[in-house]
């Protein structure tokens, strides 16, 4: 999730597909390794752009450009962050009337080429919201299943076909599962080494799950996806504000990307955090 600091950066974000396990069905959680060989570094603030007071809830990166998801609508941007694409009322019909009226932080996901949403509906004790998927460039909506989860803030999935997510808004637990023909395979879920507090956001690289929170500084956190070990590597900054969801993408350096907002509620700032040497 103890080898010199300048290969633990090099390694960190080596690829934007994880290498975690399914680990096959079950239902208990894994057990975690009590030690780690990785160095994580500690990120910081390293810039931050205002953008549209709209942008609420998440974003992806989407080829050249951005997808924004706020509480019903999807947004797409150019890399600069200008809206070029808007999709009113986005959530379907058909979940619409069970309830359904939020969306979280998505993900397009390289393994089909879709965009997952998660969406969730007031009703937090039945245990069952929603994951949608939607056609990136179009907004079309592909399908929808249900996952068994009490909060559905975030889902991100990885270049096995992988998702991640989390069962309650404070968790030492990430559920996993994939979507074969439509039908929703749980997998054995993750036992972090420790809890997070009001998880916003996730996003899947390079061997890491990257996890944007509302805590009491607006943490990031990266979660080992074989040990499950949960490092606290800094803070998305605009502690008065809060935090909402991630984009983690490879580079040099890698880059972080947290959704945060500002102290009055608006503007909306997308704060780019870089790992320090």
Known sequence: M????A???ALLLAGCSSDGSDGGASAGPTTVAATTTTAVPTFAVDGEHEVDPNFRQGLA???DGWVFVTNQTLYRTDADFAKVEEQPDAIPAELAVQGYDHMGDGDVAAVDGLLWVPVERPDKDSGVQVTARFDPDTFDYVDSFEVAQHHNAFVTVDGDGVAYSADEFSDDTIVR????????????PLRMSASIDRIQGGD???????????DDHNGVYRVDLVTGEVTDVGS???VAGEGEGIDAEDGAPATLRVLVADEDFVPMWVVELRPQP
Not at 2 to 5: D, H, L, Q, S
Not at 204 to 214: F, K, M, N, P, R
């Open 236 to 238: 998305a900054g605009r």
């Open 7 to 9: 290969v633990g950066v």
């Open 204 to 214: 899947v690289a390079g061997g890491a799950l990257w996890l944007s929170t509302d």
């Open 177 to 188: 599962y994939r979507v074969v023909d439509g039908t929703v395979e749980q997998l054995e």
């Open 61 to 63: 990166r989407s080829d």
């Open 2 to 5: 103890r080898i010199a600091i």
